[in-house]
């Protein structure tokens, strides 16, 4: 009897798996032919009757449904600007936040005149994608490929939240870093451990006292695009252990060259904000002491500082913004000595006032 009920929950489940897909296929198709047609009268004129309709038809399909609808809490948030390099100096701006790590790949709803729509967030993401001026988030995974536990289940299940229209799901993704993976250990096994790269489908390899037996090592990361994400464009699965939980580690620690890789690879490749987990954790637990707290931000900041400083020379003028995110909970106390340690530690630019008598 429980075998029976349990084929018919997997067939039930493949059901709607068949029927969600088909959705997500005819959305794609959809969607490529309103661009096309956009494009078309775009071309034959921005302010032709044809555009404004079509631009029209698509805010008029948005469902008046609002029953699920729960206001937004309001984040911790401050922001400094500051001004790094060796010789040449490039501005960047610094923010510190408090919110859950997802909150930044949900999309958020709002209501006008009683109708639930996206924020503008979206919009504005959406216009980015194919700019200079890309988002990434830093988030920290295991060493298995896959998206069954934890966060990984969490962050997948906020993908299937919406159709993904310019690249593949996130399983096709992880399934081409899987086999990838493959490839660049046999690659680290002929070639030795100390390697520092990172790209879509391959790892950044910086840990040598590690299991060689795993494909990842502590410090390692992939990497996945998206397109139906909040406030996201690029995310970096660093790989993580239990060993960050602990109160000594120091700026060799493999996590923390997964950082500096990763920060290379955005600057090389023009994502201009990244969100870096200030305390290497989502979560806080009972052993993150104030005292614990303050010690790691204080490490995170000024290995950071000399990562930014480092690539300041691979970028031009443009301005990068470096965002660090602590756990969505933690006392405004806390969250104003974090602030305060900011820019003691960076030394932000303060306006010289000159008084005339």
């Not at 930044?104 to 504005?124: A, E, F, S, T």
């Not at 906020?158 to 096709?172: A, G, P, R």
Request: hydrophobic share 35%; with cysteine; net charge neutral.
């Amino acid at each position: 009897m429980v075998f029976d009920k349990l084929i018919g929950l997997n067939k039930f489940g493949e059901n709607w798996e068949r029927r969600i897909g088909s959705l997500k296929s005819t959305q794609r198709k959809e969607f490529h032919e309103w661009v096309l047609k956009v494009y078309e009268d775009y071309r034959d004129g921005c302010g032709s009757p044809g555009y404004q309709q079509r631009i029209r038809a698509l805010s008029e399909n948005i469902p008046n449904r609002d029953d699920n609808w729960i206001p937004q809490a309001q984040r911790m948030e401050e922001s400094f600007t500051i001004h790094l390099g060796s010789q040449l100096k490039v501005m960047h701006n610094l923010r510190l936040l408090s919110t859950d790590v997802l909150d930044l790949c949900r999309h958020k709803l709002n209501k006008i005149n009683g109708i639930v729509v996206p924020q503008p967030q979206r919009l504005q993401t959406a216009i980015s994608l194919y700019s200079n001026n890309l988002c990434g988030l830093v988030l920290l995974v295991d060493n298995r490929i896959n998206s069954y536990t934890g966060i990984k289940r969490d962050f997948a299940a906020v993908c299937q939240l919406s159709t993904e229209f310019h690249f593949l799901d996130l399983e096709c993704q992880l399934e081409s870093i899987r086999d990838n993976s493959k490839q660049a250990s046999e690659w680290r096994m002929v070639n030795g451990p100390q390697v520092e790269s990172g790209s879509s489908g391959k790892s950044s390899i910086s840990s040598e006292h590690q299991n060689s037996s795993s494909l990842l090592k502590y410090g390692d990361f992939y990497i996945t695009h998206h397109s139906n994400l909040s406030e996201v464009h690029v995310v970096f699965h660093l790989v993580t252990d239990d060993s960050l939980h602990q109160a000594e580690i120091n700026s060799r620690h493999p996590v923390i060259l997964g950082l500096r890789n990763i920060l290379r690879v955005a600057h090389e490749r023009d994502i201009c904000t990244i969100t870096i987990p200030l305390l290497l954790v989502h979560e806080m637990s009972e052993e993150m002491t104030i005292q614990w707290c303050l010690k790691r931000a204080e490490l995170v900041f000024k290995c950071v500082k000399g990562f930014m400083i480092e690539m300041a020379s691979l970028v031009g003028e443009e301005t990068r913004t470096v965002q660090f995110l602590v756990p969505k909970g933690i006392s405004e106390g806390l969250f104003s000595s974090l602030s305060s340690m900011l820019p003691s530690i960076f030394r932000v630019s303060n306006p010289l006032v000159l008084k005339t008598r």
